[in-house]
């Protein structure tokens, strides 16, 4: 089944301790793409990637990191996470070329005290 | 960025027909999603126009109309189900290649 998979779903941690959520996608799309979404805020873009090794910063970057070694992964990194934080994240894939849409993962939601 | 707008809110009543609009303003235009997110859930792919015109799928069109940078989507037979967030997508053509921009999102209300 073609899919965009998310881990953790849900994760509860503390200010400054370093936390990774995974994204992997098994479409072999060159795009990827992490969000963030809060209330009244919609989804904003946090970094994308054209293919392997290429990634540039979203619209909200400050704060978070990215790696993309393989096509089919590209997890996100919080060094340091604070409070503001706190939020509902996706990762989503596309091909690079052509009409195809977004797909999205399950999404992660992240409370960080 | 992109400027993308869409109502915050709707209402409406189970049977009826509603249109949720969406205008954007964007440099390489290369195309018009609509997606539909339950809440705490991941967005869901709905229609897709990149041509001016109205694209029907079952229950659910979108129209578009590029040079006046409007969109719309129509949900007929309206089902309580239908109760979610309705997201504007706009991919904007950079360097030959696709970058998405989302709307905040218009949240329907469907009552009985």
């Known amino acids: 089944e073609a899919q965009v998979t998310q881990n953790p779903r849900y994760l509860i941690t503390v200010t400054g301790k370093k936390l990774t959520v995974t994204c992997s996608q098994n479409?072999?799309?060159?795009?990827m793409s992490w969000y963030r979404q809060d209330p009244g805020l919609g989804l904003r873009q946090i970094y994308y990637?054209?293919?392997?090794?290429?990634?540039d910063k979203g619209d909200v970057p400050e704060g978070y990191k990215v790696s993309r070694k393989e096509k089919r992964n590209f997890p996100l990194i919080l060094e340091s996470p604070s409070p503001n934080q706190t939020s509902l994240y996706f990762c989503?894939?596309?091909?690079?070329?052509?009409?195809?849409?977004?797909?999205f993962g399950n999404g992660t939601r992240l409370t960080v005290t | 960025g992109q400027n993308i707008d869409q109502p915050t809110e709707m209402t409406a009543t189970e049977g009826a027909i509603v249109q949720i609009n969406c205008t954007y303003q964007?440099?390489?235009?290369?195309?018009l999603f609509w997606y539909q997110q339950h809440a705490g859930e991941a967005p869901t792919f709905l229609s897709y126009?990149?041509?001016?015109g109205l694209e029907e799928k079952g229950r659910f069109s979108s129209f578009l109309s590029r040079s006046k940078g409007y969109s719309y989507l129509l949900l007929k037979e309206l089902q309580m189900k239908d109760s979610a967030s309705y997201l504007c997508?706009?991919?904007?053509?950079?360097?030959?290649?696709?970058?998405?921009?989302f709307g905040s999102g218009t949240k329907l209300n469907v009552k009985p």
């Open positions: 989503a894939s596309s091909p690079g070329q052509g009409y195809s849409p977004l797909h």
């Open positions: 479409m072999n799309h060159e795009y």
């Open positions: 990637s054209m293919n392997v090794e290429v990634t």
């Open positions: 964007t440099s390489g235009f290369n195309g």
């Open positions: 126009n990149v041509l001016d």
């Open positions: 997508a706009v991919r904007d053509k950079w360097n030959n290649f696709n970058k998405f921009y």
